[in-house]
């Protein structure tokens, strides 16, 4: 996985928070960066999840039907990668 792909993922998930505003309207914000493995998860998901859309379009071209199964894990990954992101923002 290159360098970038991870850094534009940990940029997309580093959480930012304001802690405190002053009187003379100045903001701090607190950045908290993903863990490199949380950062890993999301891009394997990714991965999958292009894999699998890719799989089921050659299915459609191939055979002309749609195949439930293949769509079941398309939003299996979905939810994963939905969920992982959710919880992680609202912890």
Do not use: C, Y
């Amino acid at each position: 996985m290159s360098e970038w792909f991870r850094g534009l993922l940990r940029r997309a998930l580093t959480k930012r928070r304001v802690i405190d505003v002053s009187p003379v309207r100045k903001v701090r914000i607190r950045e908290e960066a993903p863990a490199d493995r949380f950062v890993l998860i999301i891009a394997l998901m990714i991965i999958f999840f292009a894999g699998l859309i890719a799989l089921e379009v050659v299915h459609m071209l191939l055979l002309g039907s749609w195949n439930e199964i293949v769509f079941n894990g398309i939003m299996l990954v979905v939810g994963t990668i939905v969920g992982a992101v959710w919880g992680r923002q609202n912890s």
